[in-house]
DNA sequence: TTGCAATTCAAACAGATGTTTGATACACTT
DNA sequence: AAGTGTATCAAACATCTGTTTGAATTGCAA
């Protein structure tokens, strides 16, 4: 595209190898268009590449999109949320740092990308399901059995597990409808908090009235 | 496709006109597909239609895709849900007809479609979110401010909505990831009342926390 | 420099997609 | 029977898709 492409550091963006340039704005178009959505042209445009870069680094654009997919920045959301002992502590700072990760994932692609997935199964969800979602799972499991006092049963427990899940996917999933329907609505920093709060008291309360407490 | 089109009735499905036809075969491939990813030529080869029939009876796949989203038999969920008199009981109704329609969605493709089009913005977003989910906002956001006796703020009443309707939504945005952690879960009639009266009794006392009742 | 392998590139390829076309069949009126 | 407008069809069209190709360029060692 550039005219004359002699070596200048220019606008020093995209210092990373093609390789890397490629899985970061696979990333960012995946995550914006869905893996069927996605087309390899955008893909290379905005990572000013060649589009044979991605037969030739990759084999095609579905291992493209497996190696946009690594998991591991995600992991560390249940021990982020660790730092307190008590059982409630610990929900509130999960549920602070799931959504501030679902809500910021509007900037970050990483996590748009997954969750993305979590709706639109591709060939990629089974992967997804046990290294990711699953633990995620059982890590809330743990938790509302320990505030219920063992007065749940599984499934009353793994159900509660559904509804904060639920409550907290629901912000990003359903963005774009609440976006027409609340236009004055806006996800920054505090809003974010204020809506982590309120799903902690609100789940809490469920819980807690489910166990009979 | 059939090598002699003689006058017999056969099989006797499909009785409806062609543009009938196209409607109902439309709303399965978008609701299994998306508006992307659903094509043309399979809408109209399960419709037994030639493909031009589509641009004949519509004006391209855009309009043929409005003309599959009318929306009147999901609008009946809030009069469904009205027999009740007191509002706990109004909000135990809404959430197990929601909840139906969600999970039967599965076998309903009509259903299916507008809760694709709940996570996937498309060019029909604009109309589905003022004519029909707006209206269960404000119907939910009625109910949740008699349950909480006046005692919520605006903001507070919107994310107990939002909770609820994340809740119930999860069941379906999901569900794919969750047959894969859960694989014993089924979700039979039994199984969907007992998730409805959890995710009610769960909300009720969400919502009653947080009005300090 | 020379040689060699890795990388990048423009161009082309093969297939799928939405749409259009022109002919044909049908139903109904005059 | 001739005329008329609707409906259907196979075929073609133009565009976009992922992928491949073969030549050009680069980086680096001998």
Redesign the interface.
């Known amino acids: 595209m550039n005219p004359s492409p002699v070596n200048q550091p220019a606008h020093t963006e995209l210092p990373e190898s093609t390789r890397d340039r490629l899985i970061a704005s696979a990333r960012e178009v995946f995550a914006e268009?869905?893996f069927?959505?996605a087309t390899i042209r955008e893909i290379c445009r905005r990572a000013e590449v060649n589009v044979a870069a991605v037969n030739y680094h990759f084999n095609g654009k579905e291992a493209l999109f497996m190696a946009a997919l690594e998991l591991e920045p995600l992991e560390n959301l249940i021990g982020q949320a660790d730092a307190a002992t008590n059982a409630e502590d610990r929900l509130a700072g999960f549920i602070r740092e799931f959504l501030i990760r679902l809500m910021e994932g509007y900037c970050t692609p990483h996590s748009q990308l997954i969750m993305r997935e979590?709706?639109?199964?591709s060939p990629a969800?089974?992967s997804?399901?046990?290294e990711f979602?699953?633990p995620l799972?059982e890590h809330l499991a743990g938790l509302v059995r320990e505030i219920a006092g063992g007065r749940l049963t599984d499934?009353?427990v793994?159900?509660?597990v559904?509804?904060v899940?639920?409550?907290?996917?629901?912000?990003r999933?359903?963005r774009?409808?609440?976006r027409?329907?609340?236009p004055a609505?806006d996800y920054d920093a505090a809003e974010i908090e204020?809506?982590a709060l309120?799903?902690t008291?609100?789940?809490?309360?469920?819980?807690?009235?489910?166990a009979g407490k």
């Open positions: 268009s869905g069927k959505g979590l709706l639109e199964p969800l089974d997804i399901a046990s979602i699953a799972h499934d009353a793994r159900r509660c559904f509804s899940f639920g409550q907290c996917s629901y912000y999933n359903s774009e409808m609440n027409r329907i609340y609505l204020a809506t309120q799903i008291e609100f789940s809490l309360a469920g819980i807690r009235k489910l």
